[in-house]
């Protein structure tokens, strides 16, 4: 609004100079004009009396001579000259009555008379009619049934017009509404181009957490949420730790000889700059002799024992099968003074430098200065540095493989590794300063939206995608947003083509922080855990969605059977589906991902699925949309449309299915494989042994058989009610209703029970002893299923077998006491 569209009117405390101070005030009156007739008004009766004198009284003096009809006016009664205003309104309002009386209702009557004799002479005959046919009551009421049927008839027949049938309370085969129907209708809202345009135009904005590029990136999802007409859309922001590079880090050899280039693409511009996220900065210059040490595993430590490490800089090479924060803890014990991450070669690019969390995400993820607790606002209780188990306690920044290169060539000597030479300790002096700008408390944005459900909206599935990125990031985050969106429009088109909403509640949720030590996610977790575990009960993840041609799924064992059908139901050449093309199936939630917080902290089913194959430089500003498109990975924007209509069958399924699709009977058959990956893993540690300690597995297997026999019972009832639902038409009784909401509130109270509550826990951020990830497992193994019993697991990877003989037997009672509970209405 403009400065001048608006004055304020002075009052009668106004002072003369205000007034004059403003043009446009100047000409209007210090105070209202003054009115003088009050003829019903009892406050100014004696002023109306001495006026009515005076003139009286004047008349009279100037008419002595000619007499003035004032003289001989009677003057009325005080009572009626009050109330002759009054008198004069009935009078008015008596002759409108009249006139409106005359002139509307009479004509009226008279042409409503002929209508109701009319109406007389029918309803005769109508009575006569009934008379004849019998019992007047009896035939009076069949009328009425056989006039509401074709009225029914009517609408049905001619209010489809395209819709999807369904309703609270009714069904049509079992179901709400025609889930295929509007499965089927997915494809018509599915827009590739715009999912392209999107794909440059994010590619196009550096949005490193909590930067003005990632600000922008929200309000901007914000506002295609609210203009898709998602409800409850809000920009939530949490506070963190975050940390930035700056031009003042340098690494370099003492004698001049060699000088990091700490930057990518020839630009110093900060998303460029070398540096790990969460990484611990100098304050004074660091200088030691160097040693390569591989991938910086505890084998690659092994194989140069005879190298005294303490306070030497270790060189490692990103990837291999340990998180990069592990690698930093390793180095630590080992009494490293700093690590240098070497950044692999891509293609024929030396010179990428990639800038990977630090952060350890397997103690807890999130806030490393909150680790296990929420840090939503400013007043939340952090931890100093030193006393964070989630911090690492030494410095480390990437390099690029050229400059890798470079340090390694002037080791001689040591244990060699396939690639590399360790070197004996005695390296040249190099020196290294990282002047990370940190920032203890930083405000980050998660975006939330929801799509309310009708029936059991208390219960949801959440939709998540990375957004933040270390540069452009438009493999790793933005082929992930460009779907989420595309998603939200395909879901919401559905609604207001069809009047669909959900029997129960969609969440969409784009986190931020995500290269945080998977930020924006746990701690959106951790401010709302106890609602989550009481209602959220799938949570798909989207991120770096396109990266390559092989179609690959991650699913919980509980929702595989529904993900299958999916797949079967999706064209990608010609006839053939989704499922044609051979997707890799498994349950390996064992990567730095944002499923870690919804696995680890509340038990939610979780499933990803994405295409991927092509190596590619993450967390790199060589990850960008020209790469994308001379990498030749999706141009058409196919696999993304492909997967859009996936998930949104899948997300129809898992809201709109009147019994949530969960297979009790999958999830036991696959724990049972498990237990025997267990035990296989158990026997491994112990032949090496030269006490055999021996472990029990009976009571395990005995719940698993338990939990078997549950599911079966579960199906059984489950088809009895389809079965009674398809014949009685579609209705369902109030009991059948309520029992069919007691089974999908066991489900969910099913996955809450293997959550422990022991606040003890050496690792704050897993509580779940069901499925997780021990401490020191490796990415993405097949030697062994990780992903399950990780407590016990870790018991016997520490060789505490009396610990993990505890474990096996609480987690046999838990299973068992789940699985009778469940099947308990």
């Not at 506002?223 to 590079?245: A, C, I, R, W």
Request: proline share 4%; glycine share 6%.
């Amino acid at each position: 609004m403009r400065s001048n569209d608006y004055h304020r009117l002075p009052t009668e405390s106004s002072s003369t100079s205000n007034l004059h101070n403003n043009n446009n005030e100047s000409d209007l009156p210090s105070n209202p004009p003054q009115y003088y007739e009050f003829e019903n008004e009892e406050d100014n009766d004696n002023n109306q009396r001495n006026d009515n004198h005076q003139l009286h009284h004047h008349t009279i003096h100037e008419s002595t001579s000619t007499p003035s009809i004032e003289q001989f006016e009677i003057e009325e009664p005080e009572f009626e000259r009050r109330h002759g205003f009054i008198n004069r309104a009935q009078a008015i309002s008596h002759k409108f009555a009249n006139n409106f009386n005359n002139r509307v209702i009479h004509p009226v009557t008279r042409m409503i008379d002929p209508i109701y004799e009319g109406y007389k002479y029918v309803q005769m005959q109508y009575e006569r009619s009934i008379l004849k046919l019998g019992n007047p009551l009896v035939v009076k009421r069949l009328l009425y049934v056989l006039t509401m049927m074709v009225l029914v008839f009517a609408i049905s027949k001619y209010s489809e017009n395209g819709s999807i049938k369904g309703g609270s309370g009714t069904f049509a085969k079992g179901r709400f509404y025609e889930i295929d129907r509007l499965s089927d209708s997915v494809n018509q809202f599915i827009n590739p181009k715009n999912m392209k345009e999107n794909l440059e135009y994010f590619s196009s904005i550096p949005h490193l957490t909590g930067t003005k590029g990632d600000l922008l990136f929200a309000k901007y999802i914000e506002k295609h949420m609210k203009s898709n007409g998602l409800h409850n859309v809000e920009l939530d922001e949490f506070q963190s730790f975050t940390n930035y590079p700056t031009t003042q880090s340098y690494l370099k050899l003492k004698d001049g000889s060699f000088h990091a280039k700490l930057y990518e693409k020839n630009n110093k511009d900060m998303q460029n700059l070398a540096f790990n996220p969460n990484s611990l900065s100098t304050i004074e210059e660091i200088e030691g002799n160097y040693v390569y040490v591989n991938y910086g595993k505890e084998e690659d430590y092994a194989k140069i024992n005879n190298v005294n490490l303490e306070n030497k800089i270790v060189l490692i090479k990103y990837g291999g099968d340990i998180p990069e924060s592990n690698k930093v803890l390793i180095a630590q014990n080992h009494k490293a003074k700093a690590v240098v991450f070497i950044t692999p070669k891509f293609d024929d690019q030396d010179d990428v430098i990639q800038k990977i969390n630090v952060g350890l995400t397997r103690f807890s993820p999130g806030d490393i200065l909150t680790p296990g607790w929420s840090s939503d606002n400013g007043f939340a209780t952090r931890l100093s540095w030193e006393k964070s188990k989630s911090t690492p306690k030494i410095p480390s920044i990437p390099i690029s493989w050229k400059d890798g290169q470079e340090l390694i060539k002037k080791l001689n000597n040591g244990y060699q590794f396939s690639d590399f030479t360790s070197g004996n300790g005695d390296s040249p002096i190099l020196q290294f300063k990282i002047s990370n700008v940190n920032k203890p408390v930083h405000p980050l944005w998660n975006v939330v939206g929801s799509i309310e459900g009708r029936e059991q909206s208390e219960k949801g599935i959440i939709i998540g995608s990375a957004r933040d990125s270390t540069c452009d990031g438009t493999m790793s985050s933005n082929t992930g947003t460009v779907a989420f969106l595309e998603l939200i429009k395909v879901l919401t088109s559905l609604q207001r083509k069809f009047q669909w909403i959900p029997s129960r509640s969609i969440f969409f949720v784009s986190f931020d922080a995500t290269e945080y030590n998977l930020g924006g996610s746990t701690e959106w977790i951790e401010n709302r855990k106890e609602t989550l575990r009481r209602e959220g009960y799938l949570y798909i993840d989207m991120s770096d969605l396109v990266t390559g041609d092989e179609l690959f799924v991650n699913s919980h064992p509980i929702l595989k059977e529904t993900v299958k059908n999916s797949l079967a139901k999706v064209k990608v050449d010609g006839d053939k589906t989704m499922n044609d093309i051979s997707p890799k199936i498994v349950d390996e939630f064992s990567d730095y991902a944002n499923y870690i917080p919804f696995i680890n902290l509340v038990n939610i089913p979780s499933l990803e699925i994405k295409f991927r194959g092509k190596n590619y430089p993450k967390n790199s500003c060589y990850d960008s949309f020209e790469r994308f498109e001379k990498s030749n990975i999706d141009k058409l924007m196919l696999k993304h449309s492909q997967l859009v209509e996936l998930l949104s069958r899948i997300i129809i399924d898992f809201v709109e299915t009147p019994l949530i699709p969960y297979n009790f009977v999958e999830l036991a058959n696959q724990l049972k494989i498990y237990e025997n990956d267990l035990e296989k893993y158990a026997n491994s540690i112990i032949e090496n042994l030269k006490v055999k300690p021996i472990l029990h597995y009976d009571g395990l297997k005995r719940s698993l058989n338990t939990l078997k026999d549950v599911g079966e019972k579960y199906n059984e009832w489950a088809r009895e009610w389809r079965n009674f639902i398809t014949q009685s038409g579609g209705l369902e009784p109030p009991m059948y209703s309520a029992m069919r909401g007691m089974w999908n509130n066991n489900m969910i109270e099913f996955n809450n029970r293997f959550i422990s509550r022991n606040l003890q826990f050496k690792r704050s951020g897993y509580k779940n002893f069901l499925f997780g990830i021990p401490f020191s497992a490796p990415l993405n193994s097949n030697e062994y299923n990780w992903g399950s019993f990780p407590f016990v697991r870790e018991y016997i990877q520490q060789h505490d077998f009396s610990s993990a003989q505890n474990e096996i037997d609480l987690l046999a009672s838990t299973i068992e006491d789940a699985s009778m509970k469940f099947i308990t209405l």
